[in-house]
């Protein structure tokens, strides 16, 4: 399979949010990360909206985010 990604990816394993307007939270899991987006693990894809905020708080990391990609416990993001 060729990889079409534009960065390396970084197999991880850390607990993120999900923040959605500074209203609402959903806990999730980064599974891989690169400098331009990442693989969150979520309970379910239902209620993320396409764009939001991610805080990685082990890294003190805030990205704003857009989903580019949705499986059943998945969602892949682009950093904006």
Do not use: Y
């Amino acid at each position: 399979m060729e990889e079409r990604r534009k960065d390396i990816r970084r197999r991880t394993l850390k607990a993120a949010k999900i923040m959605i307007d500074g209203k609402s939270v959903i806990d999730c899991t980064v599974r891989n990360l690169t400098d331009t987006g990442a693989s969150l693990e979520v309970g379910t894809p239902v209620g993320i909206p396409d764009t939001f905020e991610l805080s990685i708080p082990l890294d003190n990391l805030k990205r704003k985010c857009r989903v580019t990609w949705r499986q059943e416990r998945k969602i892949g993001v682009q950093f904006v």
